[in-house]
């Protein structure tokens, strides 16, 4: 399995990609059971509301790229959107991990 292969040749974090098609944050759950050991990132497809649920299954971190620079408001150059919602994760994620 590649998340043993990587961890075994030193890989501080496993990233599971694409997550969301890949049952989403329970397949984080489902990995961390022969897996506790390793720590795993989560990417695609999460949004800033679902980040808490990828966290408490097991997920060290989570990638939100795509909920937070969101295309529109990037097309229309609204960074204070852009920094709303960096903030909101930012905000949620320090809740998550201190849960």
Same mark, same amino acid.
């Given at each position: 399995?590649? %998340? #043993?292969s990587a961890y075994d040749a030193g890989a501080k974090m496993v990233k599971i990609y694409p997550v969301s098609a890949l049952g989403? =944050?329970?397949? %984080?759950?489902a990995l961390k059971k022969p897996f506790p050991h390793v720590s795993m990132v989560a990417s695609q497809g999460i949004t800033i509301d679902s980040m808490e649920e990828y966290i408490i299954r097991g997920a060290s971190s989570v990638v939100l790229s795509d909920a937070i620079f969101d295309?529109?408001? %990037?097309?229309e150059c609204? =960074?204070?959107k852009i920094y709303? #919602?960096?903030q909101s994760a930012t905000f949620l994620g320090n809740q998550a991990v201190n849960r």
């Open positions: 399995m590649k %998340i #043993l989403g =944050f329970k397949y %984080i759950a295309k529109e408001a %990037i097309s609204d =960074f204070s709303k #919602l960096a």
